[in-house]
């Protein structure tokens, strides 16, 4: 019964930083050194950001000057999700960070989770297309269908751009915000969005 417990607590563990490793986030702060040899490289990290995406090797030419010559050094980064959920993450001298973010400004007049009450327009936050750890990222393809305030369209492999697992049936799962409030929804393949 313990292994069985443990299987699942391990299971849900992965599944929930699989979601994160595709879901978009806010940089709150970035430090790089070793011990309490550190400097803020906040603003250098997010310079770096380039189509929502981060991509960069973690070393000195990268990230400046050295804080802790001599020293192996670390990259911690502390992103917000669309959620307001805080996560910190480690990043080894030579290890490459990998993420997808954004900005202050990705809301018009407001931050990143949350928009300013003015702000009525449908965005998506994260959605994701495929089945278990079969998915594809397809957050900004759905930000971009967005028309006149509106999302519609048929749920299948042309309209999400590809197939990420073939054979199985998918499905479409999408957190969004829509006249100020957030909502979570899903759909198989086969049906018809239609937001708001």
């Given at each position: 019964m313990r292994f069985v417990l443990r299987t699942?607590?391990?299971l849900a563990v992965c599944l929930s930083s699989y979601e994160f490793a595709f879901a978009q986030c806010q940089i709150i702060r970035?430090?790089?050194?070793a011990g309490h040899r550190r400097q803020d490289v906040t603003s250098r990290?997010?310079?770096m950001a380039q189509g929502g995406q981060l991509n960069f090797k973690v070393n000195t030419t990268n990230l400046g000057s050295d804080p802790a010559v001599g020293l192996k050094k670390d990259l911690r980064i502390t992103c917000r999700d669309w959620r307001g959920k805080n996560d910190t993450y480690h990043y080894r001298e030579g290890d490459y960070v990998n993420l997808r973010v954004v900005g202050n400004d990705y809301y018009p007049g407001g931050g990143w989770n949350r928009p300013n009450p003015g702000y009525r327009d449908l965005r998506v936050m994260n959605a994701t297309w495929g089945?278990?750890?079969?998915?594809?990222?397809?957050?900004d393809r759905l930000n971009s269908m967005v028309s006149g305030g509106r999302l519609y369209f048929k749920?299948?492999?042309?309209?999400?751009?590809?197939?990420?697992?073939?054979?199985?049936?998918?499905?479409?799962h999408v957190y969004y915000i829509n006249q100020g409030r957030h909502w979570q929804r899903k759909w198989r393949e086969g049906d018809t969005v239609a937001l708001p």
């Open positions: 699942l607590l391990l970035a430090e790089w050194g990290v997010n310079s089945r278990g750890h079969q998915s594809a990222n397809v957050t749920v299948n492999t042309t309209n999400l751009g590809g197939d990420p697992a073939p054979g199985l049936i998918k499905e479409l």
